[in-house]
C-alpha cells in the first residue's frame, strides 16, 4: 500500500485528491494538510511514502518545504502538484529534490499513474519538460567537455572524427606528426578512452564534432 499525504492550502483540492487516490485500491491517504509548515509534524508521527504537495503553500513554500524533507527524510518522496507553469518550475523543483511534478491540469489517471512511478521508484514528468531537461544535460555535458579541450585539441578531434590520418592532419594544421600524437593522446586522458573509434564515438556522443 502506497501511503500519500496530500499537502494544499485549498480544502476543495485536499478533498478531491483523497476522494480520487482513494478509488485506487493500491493508495492509501494517510493525511491530508493545508500548510507547509505543517508537514514536518505529520511525517515524524506517521509514515509517509510520497507526499504531493502544491508549490504556493503558506509559512512555508513547497519548494523549501521539499530541500528540507529530502535531506531529513530520504525514505520520502515528494511530488510537486501545481497551477504554476511547468516549464518554469518544474525542473526547478526536480533539482531541489522532487521526484515528479504534476500540473494541476493533467488527468486523473495521471495523478495516479504518477505516483505508482514514483512509488517504485522512477520519476514523473510531462513529455515536454522531460525533454527539455535530457536537452539542458547534453548542453551542459558538452559545454563541460569544451571547456576541458584547447582549441587545438577541438580542431585535432574534429579532423580525426572525419577520417583523416595523423600525416594529414599535421599538413592541415602545420604542426608535425608527433605533435598531432601528442594531442590525440591528450583527447585519450581528457574524453577517458584507450582508442580512437571509442575517441570519435565519445566526440560524436556530445556533439563536438559538430
Do not use: W
Request: glycine share 4%; charged share 25%; aromatic share 6%.
Amino acid at each position: 500500500m502506497i501511503k500519500v499525504l496530500v499537502v494544499d492550502s485549498h480544502p476543495i483540492v485536499r478533498t478531491g485528491l483523497k476522494l480520487l487516490l482513494e478509488s485506487a485500491n493500491d493508495i492509501q491517504v494517510v493525511g491530508t494538510i493545508g500548510s507547509g509548515i505543517e508537514i514536518f509534524e505529520f511525517v515524524r508521527r506517521n509514515a509517509v511514502d510520497i507526499i504531493i504537495s502544491e508549490v504556493d503553500l503558506p509559512e512555508l513554500n513547497g519548494i523549501t518545504a521539499l530541500r528540507a524533507i529530502r535531506k531529513e527524510y530520504k525514505n520520502i518522496n515528494v511530488v510537486m502538484f501545481s497551477n504554476q507553469p511547468e516549464e518554469i518550475y518544474a525542473i526547478s523543483t526536480m533539482k531541489a529534490g522532487a521526484s515528479g511534478y504534476l500540473s494541476k491540469t493533467v488527468s486523473t489517471d495521471t495523478i495516479i499513474d504518477a505516483l505508482r512511478k514514483v512509488a517504485n521508484g522512477g520519476t514523473f514528468l510531462s513529455e515536454s519538460v522531460s525533454k527539455s531537461m535530457k536537452y539542458q544535460d547534453t548542453r551542459m555535458t558538452k559545454s563541460r567537455l569544451f571547456k576541458r579541450l584547447s582549441t587545438r585539441e577541438v580542431e585535432v578531434l574534429k579532423l580525426l572524427s572525419s577520417g583523416k590520418k595523423n600525416k594529414e592532419i599535421a599538413q592541415e594544421l602545420d604542426i608535425n606528426e608527433k605533435t598531432v600524437s601528442t594531442y590525440k593522446a591528450r583527447l585519450y586522458k581528457k574524453l577517458n578512452v584507450t582508442n580512437l573509434v571509442d575517441l570519435i564515438h565519445q566526440a560524436q556522443h556530445h556533439e563536438l564534432t559538430n
